[in-house]
C-alpha cells in the first residue's frame, strides 16, 4: 500500500518527504544513537568538531567574506574561491540545522543565526543569490551554465532551509532567503523564459524537496522542466569535457546508466525520482530504476564507491573498475545513498537499503579521521606508495594517500557533515503496517507510536537485541533487514527458537509491549572474488568481515616486504579483533626486460613460509600514519614441487 502524508512533509524531520511513498524515515530526534557506537561516537565528533572546523576554513579562505562584499558593494576583484564555493557555506548550514534538530545546541544556534544573517545580506532584490557572477566586475548572471554553478549554489541553499523548515523554524530566516531564490530561478528559467539546464545538477532535487517542505507546487514544476530539457546538447561543452559529463548527451528517461560525473549524474538521478514519484511519471522512475542497477552490477566498487575516472570524477565503462585508481569521490557516495533512499521510500526494495550500509561503512565513514578534522576527498581500493607526511594546510589535489584538513575543492567536509548529521533519519523507515529497523545501531527510538530500545555492538558484534516498550495502535509487524551477505542469519523472538532468516525481510507480526527480539548475523571474515570482467583484479581477493571492507596496510608487513609483493591462499581467514588475519606469502620478482616491464615467465609465489597478517576494517586505513594499502590481494600459485611424483 502506498503511504499519503503530504501533510507531513512540513514537521517531519526528514531529508526526503515524498508526497507519495511506501514508507517514509523517522525524524533526526527519534533515534537517539547511543554516543559510544560506531555512528553515536561519529555523529558526536561531527557535533563537536566537524562542524566548527568547517566554519574556521571557510572564514580563513575568505570564502564568507565573499558574502560580505557582495553586501557592502565592495571589491569583487577580491572574491576568494572557486565559483561554487558558495555552496559549501550552504551544505554546512543543513548540517548544522539537522543537527539542531537533533541535539538543540543555544551556542550553535547562536552560530547558525549569525551565519544566515551574513548570507542574507547578499541576498539582491529579485531574489538572485550568489557572489561570483553578475555584480559589478563580473560575467553577468548565467552566462555560464556549463562550469558557473549558479543554480547548483542555490540548490543548495534550498536543501538547507529544507532541513531547517522541518527541525522546527519554517519561519526562519534562512527559509524565507530561500524561497526568494527559489520563486527567482522559477521566474528566469521556467517555461517560456530561459531554456538551460545548470551544468552541475542539484537544483532538481532542491526544487523538489522545497516544494514539498515549502508547499509550493510550481517548485517541483520548474524540477520537471530541468529534468526534461537535460541530455538536449543544451550546454557549451568545454575543452576536454563532452556532453556526458554533464549528462547532457541523452535524455533521462532514454538513458541506460549512470554516467559522466559521478556525483552530477547521482545527484540529478536522485531529483528526477522525486520528479517522477510526485508526477505519477511511472515510465521515467523505471528507466532509473533500471539505470540504478545497471550502475550498480558494473559500475560500482566493492566499498560502494562509485566513479573509476580522475579525468572527470565520473563513472568509467562497464567492469572499468581500477582499485588503484579508484577515484570514488566521497562526495559520489553521499549522492549514492541519497538516490538509493528515495528509491527505497518509493519501492520499499531491500537493495537499497543493502548499498546504503555498504557505503556508509565504506565511503562516508572512511572520509573523516578519527578527529573530525581531516577527511579523504578520493577513495582508492589500493595505495601503491605511502602519501606524505600530514597535510596540514589546503591540499590542492583530490588524492595522497593521508586525510586533509581542507581542499582547494572542498565539498566533501560539508557532504560529510550534513550526511552525519542527519544519519538517524536513514536508519529506521515506518509504513502502513509497521516498522522497519535499516540499519543496525544502538539507542533508543521514539516515533510513530512505537518506543523501542536497541542493543548492539554492531559492526563489532553480530548480535542486536530489540526491546519493545510501546506500540501504535494499527500496524504492529516489526522488520528487519537481513543484509544480503548474512548467510546463517537467526532470529529469536521472546523464549521461542532460533529462525532462520534468510537476507532480506523478516518480519515479526503482532509485535506487543514488552516482545524482545534478538538478530544474530554472523560476522566472520569471508573471502570475496572479483567479477572475471573486472581486468584490473581479476585474479585478485577481498575479505569482508560483516558490512566492512577490509584492507592490507603496509605498515603491518615485515621490513623489506612491499604491499605489491605478497599475494594470498584462498583459504578462509580468521577473525582478528574487528578485522580479520590471513596468510599471505612474499612472490618471487620476475625482472622484465630492460625495455619493457613484462616477460614470458609466469609470476609464482616463492616457496617460502606463508607469515600472518592482520587486514584492518578498510574505513581505518592511514590513521596509523602514512601506509600503502591494498583492498584486493593477487591469489598466489604455488610453485610444483620437483620431487613430487
Known amino acids: 500500500m502506498v503511504l499519503e502524508h503530504a501533510s507531513t512533509a512540513v ?15 523517522l525524524d533526526v530526534a527519534a ?29 580563513r579562505l575568505g570564502w564568507l567574506a565573499n558574502f560580505d562584499r557582495v553586501a557592502d558593494g565592495g571589491p569583487l576583484d577580491e572574491r576568494t574561491g572557486w565559483v561554487f564555493s558558495d555552496s559549501e557555506i550552504y551544505k554546512l548550514l543543513e548540517a548544522m540545522a539537522w543537527e539542531l534538530g537533533r541535539a538543540p545546541d543555544p551556542a550553535l544556534e547562536a552560530t547558525f543565526g549569525d551565519l544566515v544573517d551574513r548570507v542574507a545580506r547578499a541576498q539582491d532584490d529579485d531574489g538572485y543569490l550568489g557572489t561570483a557572477f553578475g555584480h559589478p566586475g563580473q560575467a553577468p548572471r548565467y552566462s555560464d551554465l556549463s562550469m558557473g554553478h549558479e543554480l547548483y549554489n542555490m540548490g543548495h541553499l534550498l536543501q538547507a532551509a529544507v532541513a531547517r523548515a522541518r527541525t522546527g523554524a519554517p519561519d526562519d530566516r534562512l527559509v524565507e532567503v530561500a524561497r526568494r531564490a527559489a520563486d527567482h530561478i522559477c521566474r528566469e528559467f521556467g517555461a517560456g523564459a530561459r531554456e538551460g539546464v545548470c551544468g552541475h545538477a542539484e537544483i532538481e532535487v532542491a526544487l523538489a524537496e522545497a516544494g514539498r517542505a515549502f508547499g509550493e507546487r510550481r517548485y517541483l514544476e520548474q524540477a520537471r522542466l530541468f529534468v526534461e530539457r537535460r541530455g538536449r546538447g543544451s550546454l557549451p561543452v568545454p575543452p576536454l569535457q563532452s556532453p556526458e559529463y554533464f549528462q547532457d548527451d541523452v535524455p533521462v528517461r532514454e538513458a541506460h546508466t549512470l554516467r559522466g560525473h559521478a556525483v552530477r549524474a547521482l545527484y540529478l538521478s536522485a531529483g528526477a525520482v522525486d520528479v517522477a514519484v510526485d508526477t505519477g511519471d511511472d515510465e521515467l522512475l523505471a528507466a532509473l530504476e533500471r539505470q540504478w542497477r545497471h550502475t550498480v552490477a558494473r559500475r560500482t566498487y566493492l566499498t560502494g564507491g562509485m566513479g573509476s575516472r580522475h579525468q572527470d570524477e565520473g563513472f568509467g565503462d562497464d567492469w572499468e573498475l581500477p582499485a588503484d585508481r579508484a577515484y570514488c569521490e566521497t562526495c559520489a557516495g553521499v549522492a549514492s545513498i541519497m538516490l538509493a533512499w528515495r528509491l527505497f521510500l518509493h519501492t520499499g526494495d531491500v537493495v537499497y537499503p543493502d548499498l546504503i550500509e555498504r557505503t556508509l561503512f565504506n565511503v562516508v565513514a572512511t572520509s573523516p579521521g578519527d578527529d573530525g578534522r581531516s577527511f579523504f576527498y578520493a577513495n582508492p581500493l589500493h595505495q601503491r606508495e605511502a602519501g606524505a607526511l600530514a597535510i596540514d594546510g589546503v591540499n590542492t589535489r583530490a588524492e595522497g594517500g593521508v586525510r586533509a584538513p581542507w581542499f582547494e575543492v572542498s565539498c566533501c567536509p560539508t557532504n560529510v557533515a550534513r550526511t552525519l548529521a542527519s544519519l538517524s533519519a536513514y536508519a529506521l523507515a515506518s509504513d502502513d503496517e509497521g516498522l522497519i529497523v535499516l540499519q543496525y545501531a544502538a539507542g533508543e527510538v521514539d516515533a510513530d507510536g512505537w518506543r523501542l530500545r536497541i542493543d548492539t555492538r554492531y559492526p563489532d558484534d553480530g548480535r542486536v537485541r530489540i526491546t519493545v516498550r510501546d506500540v501504535p495502535v494499527g500496524g504492529t509487524r516489526l522488520r528487519l533487514r537481513i543484509p544480503s551477505w548474512a548467510d546463517g542469519a537467526v532470529v529469536t523472538v521472546d523464549d521461542a527458537g532460533p529462525l532462520v532468516a534468510v537476507p532480506g525481510w523478516f518480519d515479526v507480526d503482532d509485535v506487543i509491549p514488552g516482545t524482545t527480539v534478538e538478530l544474530d548475523v554472523p560476522l566472520h571474515p569471508r573471502l570475496t572474488f572479483p567479477d572475471d570482467r573486472i581486468d584490473a583484479v581479476r585474479g585478485g581477493v577481498a575479505i569482508e568481515r560483516g558490512p566492512l571492507v577490509l584492507c592490507l596496510e603496509s605498515i603491518d608487513l615485515p621490513a623489506g616486504v612491499s604491499i605489491d609483493e605478497v599475494s594470498m591462499s584462498p583459504v578462509r581467514p580468521q577473525s582478528f579483533a574487528d578485522g580479520a588475519r590471513a596468510e599471505v606469502i612474499p612472490r618471487r620478482r620476475v625482472s622484465g626486460s630492460e625495455t619493457l616491464p613484462y616477460t614470458a615467465t609466469p609470476p609464482r609465489a616463492t616457496s617460502g613460509r606463508p607469515f600472518p597478517v592482520t587486514f584492518v576494517p578498510y574505513h581505518r586505513w592511514a590513521e596509523r600514519g602514512p601506509t600503502a594499502m591494498r583492498v584486493f590481494v593477487p591469489v598466489h600459485v604455488l610453485e610444483e614441487d620437483p620431487a613430487a611424483p
Not at 514537521?11 to 524515515?25: D, K, Q, W
Not at 555512528?39 to 566554519?55: D, K, S, Y
Open 11 to 25: 514537521t517531519r524531520a526528514v531529508p526526503v518527504a515524498p508526497v507519495t511513498a511506501r514508507a517514509h524515515g
Open 31 to 59: 533515534f537517539r544513537v547511543d554516543a559510544e557506537g560506531f555512528w553515536g561516537r561519529r555523529q558526536a565528533v561531527n557535533a563537536e568538531a566537524t562542524l566548527a572546523h568547517c566554519l574556521e576554513w571557510m572564514d
